[in-house]
C-alpha cells in the first residue's frame, strides 16, 4: 500500500479531518481577523506578531520573529533527524493604506489579500490545531512559517533568509498559496523586475521647450521594448512581460525632473528569460538616445536601470518523493492532479535543488491583487486535509 492509502486508513488520522472540517467558522474568523491587518512588503510587522500568537495558541513551541521578520514555530518529532517546513506568506501586494475591510457575500468574502494569502496562513493555523487535538506525532521536525516578502519588491526576501548560508537546514518545504486544490507547483518561473528611472534638468514646459523630456524617453523606450517583447515572447518556452507601475512629474505645465517605472519579466525558461532582459535593456538605451536626439537645446537627460528583483528559474524535480506524495495525496480526493511552474516561495529552494512544493489554501480565489479580491468557502477543508497528509508523509506519521 501507498504511503498516501496507508495513513489514510488510521483512525487518528480520520479524526483530525473530521476536526479540520469543524474549523471552518473558527478560519473563516481568524481570516478576517488577519487579512484586517494591513501587511504590505516591508510592512508586516503587525500581522507577524499576531500571526506568532495564532501559532503559539494553536500550539505551537519555541515561536518567534526572526531577524527580517518570518514568524516560525516548531512542533517537534520524535527524533527530529529531519526538519519538514509548512509556509505560507503573510505580505499582500496593497499599499499600507489600502482598505482592508472584508465584506461578506454568503460564503464569498471580499478584501484586498483576503486568498492570497491571508487564507494560507489559516491553512497552517487549521492543520496545527488538528495534528494537537489527535496528539499526533511525527519522526522529523514540524516547521511553521508565516514569511515575510513574497510579493512585489519583497522579492521573496522571507524564504531568501530561511535558505541563507548557514542557515539550519530544512530537508522539504511546502508552501501554501495556491488557488486551485488540483494544481501541484513543483517547479519555478524566474524573474526579473526592473525599477527604471529617466532624469534631466526639468523645466518649464513653455519656457523651457525644447530640453528633453524624461516623460517622452520613457514613452519611447517603453513602446520599443513592448514591440521587441513580444517577439520574444511569441514563441518557445512561456515568457511574459508588464510594466506595472509608473510615476514621476511636478505639474502639468513642467517638463518633468524624472520618470520612472517599474518592469517584471518572467519565464520558464533561463536562456528565454536572458534574451527577454537583453531586448529591455537595449530598448532603454535606444529610447533614451532617440529623446536626447530629438531635443533642440539644454542637456541630455540619462537612465538608471536598477534590479529590484531576481527571482530563480528553478527546475524541479517531478520524480521526487515529495512531488509523488502530493500528487497521491491530491488524487486520494478524487482530484486530476496537474503539475504546473509558477512564481512562489518553493523557487528558491527548487533553485538549489532541494525539495519543495507549492500546495492550495482550498476554497474558490479569484481576483488575487485587485481591490475586490475574493474569496470562497466552498469545500475548504479539502486543501487542509490534503496538507495533512503530505506533511504526514514527509515528516514520517509516529502513531497518536
Ligand atoms: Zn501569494
Redesign the pocket.
Known amino acids: 500500500m501507498s504511503v498516501i492509502s496507508t495513513l489514510k486508513n488510521q483512525p487518528a488520522i480520520l479524526a483530525a479531518f473530521k476536526t479540520i472540517e469543524s474549523h471552518r467558522d473558527e478560519n473563516n474568523r481568524d481570516m478576517i481577523e488577519l487579512t484586517e491587518i494591513p501587511a504590505p512588503p516591508f510592512g508586516e510587522d503587525t500581522r507577524g506578531k499576531r500571526v506568532a500568537e495564532m501559532f503559539r495558541e494553536a500550539g505551537l513551541a519555541n515561536v518567534k520573529i526572526d531577524e527580517v521578520g518570518n514568524v516560525i514555530g516548531m512542533r517537534p518529532g520524535r527524533s527530529g533527524a529531519k526538519t519538514i517546513a509548512l509556509g505560507a506568506?503573510i505580505d499582500t501586494v496593497f499599499p499600507i493604506e489600502t482598505d482592508v475591510t472584508v465584506r461578506r457575500e454568503g460564503d464569498t468574502y471580499i478584501a484586498p489579500g483576503i486568498g492570497?494569502?491571508t487564507r494560507?496562513i489559516v491553512v497552517l493555523l487549521s492543520l496545527i490545531k488538528a495534528l494537537e487535538a489527535h496528539n499526533i506525532q511525527t519522526e522529523h521536525d514540524l516547521m511553521f512559517v508565516g514569511n515575510i516578502g513574497?510579493?512585489g519588491l519583497g522579492d521573496l526576501r522571507g524564504i531568501k533568509h530561511l535558505y541563507r548560508d548557514g542557515a539550519p537546514k530544512i530537508d522539504s518545504f511546502i508552501a501554501v498559496?495556491g488557488g486551485r486544490d488540483d494544481r501541484l507547483v513543483y517547479s519555478g518561473v524566474g524573474s526579473f523586475r526592473y525599477r527604471v528611472t529617466f532624469k534631466g534638468p526639468g523645466g518649464h514646459s513653455w519656457g523651457d521647450f525644447g530640453d528633453a523630456n524624461p516623460h517622452h524617453a520613457l514613452g519611447r523606450a517603453t513602446t520599443l521594448f513592448a514591440d521587441r517583447a513580444a517577439k520574444v515572447s511569441s514563441e518557445g518556452p512561456r515568457t511574459s512581460f508588464s510594466l506595472g507601475r509608473i510615476g514621476g512629474g511636478t505639474s502639468i505645465n513642467s517638463i518633468p525632473f524624472e520618470s520612472w517605472m517599474e518592469v517584471d519579466m518572467r519565464s520558464v525558461s533561463v536562456e528565454k528569460l536572458d534574451e527577454m532582459d537583453a531586448v529591455f535593456q537595449q530598448a532603454m538605451i535606444d529610447g533614451l538616445a532617440a529623446e536626447n536626439a530629438a531635443r533642440t537645446r539644454g542637456d541630455e537627460i540619462t537612465v538608471d536601470i536598477k534590479k529590484v528583483g531576481d527571482r530563480p528559474v528553478a527546475n524541479g524535480d517531478a520524480s521526487s518523493p515529495l512531488v509523488q506524495q502530493a500528487l497521491a495525496a491530491i488524487g486520494s480526493f478524487g482530484l486530476d492532479p496537474q503539475l504546473r511552474s509558477s512564481s512562489?516561495d518553493a523557487n528558491t529552494p527548487i533553485a538549489k535543488g532541494l525539495p519543495a512544493i507549492t500546495i492550495s489554501r482550498g476554497g474558490k480565489s479569484a481576483g488575487?491583487h485587485s481591490f475586490e479580491e475574493t474569496w470562497t468557502d466552498t469545500d475548504s477543508h479539502i486543501a487542509i486535509q490534503i496538507a495533512l497528509l503530505i506533511t504526514l508523509a514527509q515528516a514520517e506519521y509516529a502513531g497518536p
Open positions: 506568506h492570497d494569502n494560507g513574497e510579493e498559496d512562489t488575487a
